[in-house]
């Protein structure tokens, strides 16, 4: 959305915190031997706890309030109560919410107590990538051009990227426009980030898919050829400077 006056740009905020609060505490939360649908359902008493909605089930009617994704599963994992989370586990969670109108996205990986099968790289890449794209943009910056960035990026880091996946605008919706901040270079794209416009920035950074492929239950994606995907995602003010971080309460840098 473009932020055109205080109250909005105050709206944003609010439900950004938010969000990013509750993807802090969730995955402060998450231990070994709990369930998903446990951890989804404190992270649904968290939103609740704010008169916050989850953006997914209000507007897709997903069965979760957050997407909680383990191993071998790229997004928009279902919270089940006979999946139950091990040590060493790569798990994201992705929490997008509304609150009075406004409407916030953020996520991310993580490795569940010790790395024992070392996802950690792919964590770290994924996490890198973000904020350099972030810092690289401002009002009239091509939105290729940072989709180049990631991808640049990953294949320097030994991973590929997820081309069906993508970021997106957030704000008075869930996705508005920009439709598709993608993780890498279509030339032919020449539309350009635009000044005082809220988006959230994602990164899809993966060991051996470059395609994301929806399972049976109509929800799940994996990777079209096997292998982790890790995902890192930030909702922010464009500015003509260094952009404004609205879901920096996740902590996903620390």
Known sequence: MSITKESELIGMKKISEVVGTTL?????YAKVGMTTKE????????????????????????????????NKEAAHGIPSDKKI????????????????GFWSDNGGSFVLGKDIHNHQPLVNASKDILRKAIKNIKGGV???EIGYLIETEAKKSGFKVIKNLAGHGVGRSLHEEPENILNYRVRTNRERFKKNTTVAIETFISTNSTIAVELNDGWTLIGNKGGFVTQHEQTILITDKDPMILTESNGIWN
Do not use: H, Q, W
Request: proline share 4%.
């Open 24 to 28: 802090k505490l969730m995955r402060e």
């Open 39 to 70: 951890l989804d359902l404190y992270g649904g008493e968290i939103l609740k706890s704010y008169g916050a909605k989850s953006a997914p089930f209000e507007t897709y009617g997903f069965p979760g309030f957050t997407c909680i994704s383990v």
């Open 85 to 100: 989370l091990k040590e060493g586990d790569l798990i994201n969670i992705d929490v997008s919410a509304e609150l009075n």
């Open 142 to 144: 091509k939105i290729s």
